[in-house]
């Protein structure tokens, strides 16, 4: 199998006074990204990093971050990208699982990274992107630990199509995120699939405006843009306005845009006009997935990126996301929809006795294919409950296939609400709490009900300036929506929780109280 560092040497090769990394005032050329990796790569091995180990990273958005990630996977070791809004205990528990045997992190990660570092049994390598002194961390310094070994060549580890390219932790319900092991066969096809979808090539510049850590900015189709010879701009976090200027400076071809940033996009050029004389020309398709797309957003971003594609998605951690795409010719006969699966992947819908359903029908939506993961980390009982006797993966969301084999996102099957035995999509109700022009953003999940059972409860989070009552919404809803499916009690907030990727995390909304401010 290609170790993917090989896509390094044959962009030097081929193109090594090109930009392979642009991050702020800092240009990478292939030449000097392969140079910095390969010294990066022979410091890990006489660190006693080696084939099969686990490496964390723990830092924002910046170049490090990918050289770590590729000196990694040159000496065949896989590389743990860790959540930066993780709490101490929770970053513990996810380097204990995976037994990871370094980290490389930045000073601000510093405390909780030494108090991890102290309550483990074994001893492990860190390094931090700064000379350590004054972070009160024993650590060696990143531009030292590379620059010791300058000059240095390290060929790419040999890797097999099962082994472990990278390692990360899914979100989700249980007590604990569950690990999910992405192979090298996981991520070419993913890569392969993005490149024939979007025909890419070395033409391609795109734009991480995501966390890395994320599948969305990391592989939408981030570092996959290499393989075809391209490159990558980074913004250090998401913010509209570097967003927009960074798109009219260097030009990227391509971004992933999850919903809330796509949202916080258009209503920044909303409230400030002079932001949208920034030119987007040069992007020719977004990405998007996360959650669903609210349909007026869609129609809004397309006003606002002219000469883009807009690729609605949908796909999961455990898939290296990307798994089906709405196609340009469809854009808008098809709106709504996140289109059909990429080569290789296949995907059904069955319903609750685990049978086919016809066209039309709601049911689970299940994947299978070599882009999908073959079982979580460590956890046996997790990987079972998670695949079909004949190997399909449960996604534990509700959608259901067009005629023409078009995949729409229904709910997530937890989030489906069962009110006096009729089923409520909540995708539904916010759709509708959207069309009302004073709502910026809304969340609907289920609250008990000694009648029903379950009822809607909606989170509403208003425009600036804008003034609206419950009354007026519930009055909104009940003219578009049966009775059954029109929220039962509206709560305005200032701001929906949400993790990295954009998802709103119903969870939290479930915990707050019902006497909440109304």
């Excluded at 259901?400 to 009110?419: F, N």
Aim: proline content about 6%; charged content about 20%; glycine content about 10%.
């Amino acid at each position: 199998m290609f170790n993917l560092t090989r896509s390094l040497d044959r962009n030097a090769d081929r193109t090594p006074h090109e930009d392979a990394v642009v991050f702020r005032d800092t240009r990478l050329t292939h030449r000097q990204l392969l140079d910095r990796v390969n010294a990066l790569a022979a410091a890990f091995l006489e660190a006693g990093v080696g084939k099969g180990d686990i490496v964390a990273l723990l830092m924002g958005n910046r170049p490090e971050f990918l050289e770590s990630a590729l000196a990694v996977n040159r000496v065949g070791a896989a590389f743990l990208p860790l959540n930066v809004r993780l709490a101490e205990p929770e970053i513990e528990y996810i380097i204990r699982h995976a037994g990871a045997v370094a980290i490389v992190t930045e000073p601000s990660f510093a405390g909780p990274v030494a108090a991890i570092g102290e309550r483990l049994a074994t001893p492990w390598t860190v390094v931090i992107v700064s000379e350590g002194e004054g972070t009160g961390l024993a650590a060696a310094g990143y531009e030292s630990f590379l620059g010791s070994h300058s000059g240095a060549t390290v060929p790419p580890a040999d890797v097999a199509e099962t082994d472990l390219h990278r390692l990360m932790y899914s979100s989700g319900t249980t007590a604990h995120p569950k690990g999910v092991p992405i192979t090298y066969a996981n991520f070419y096809w993913k890569t392969i699939g993005h490149v024939a979808e979007f025909g890419m090539s070395a033409a391609d510049r795109t734009l991480m405006a995501g966390p890395m850590y994320h599948v969305g900015a990391f592989d939408l189709p981030g570092i996959g843009t290499w393989w075809v010879g391209g490159s990558l701009a980074i913004l250090p976090r998401f913010d509209v306005p570097d967003l927009l200027a960074t798109i009219e400076r260097e030009r990227p071809t391509n971004v992933w845009l999850a919903p809330a940033m796509v949202n916080a996009t258009l209503n920044a050029i909303a409230q400030s006009p002079g932001l949208g004389d920034h030119s987007t020309a040069s992007v020719r398709f977004i990405t998007g997935g996360g959650e669903k797309m609210p349909l007026p957003l869609i129609e809004r971003l397309l006003a606002a990126f002219p000469n883009a594609r807009f690729a609605d998605a949908y796909g999961l951690t455990e898939t290296v996301s990307g798994d089906t795409f709405n196609d340009e010719a469809h854009t808008l006969s098809k709106i709504g929809s996140v289109g059909k699966p990429v080569v290789g992947l296949d995907v059904t819908i069955l319903g609750p006795d685990d049978a086919p359903v016809e066209a039309g029908a709601a049911g689970e939506i299940l994947l299978r294919g070599p882009k999908v993961m073959s079982g979580y980390w460590k956890n046996p009982e997790a990987t079972a409950a998670a695949f079909t006797h004949d190997g399909w993966f449960r996604t534990g969301d509700i959608g259901h296939l067009d005629k023409d084999g078009y995949l729409y996102i229904d709910d997530r099957k937890k989030d489906m609400i069962v009110s006096g035995g009729e089923n409520v999509a909540t995708s539904e109700v916010e759709r509708v709490l959207y069309e009302n022009q004073a709502v910026l953003e809304a969340a609907v999940v289920a609250m008990p009900d000694a009648r029903w059972g379950e009822v809607p409860r909606a989170f509403i989070v208003l425009k600036p300036g804008e003034e609206l009552t419950a009354e007026a919404l519930v009055a909104h809803c009940r003219e578009r929506l049966a009775g059954f499916k029109t929220p039962k009690e509206i709560v305005f907030l200032d701001t929906l929780p949400r993790n990295p990727s954009g998802k709103v995390l119903k969870r939290q909304l479930r915990d707050i109280d019902s006497d909440a401010e109304r």
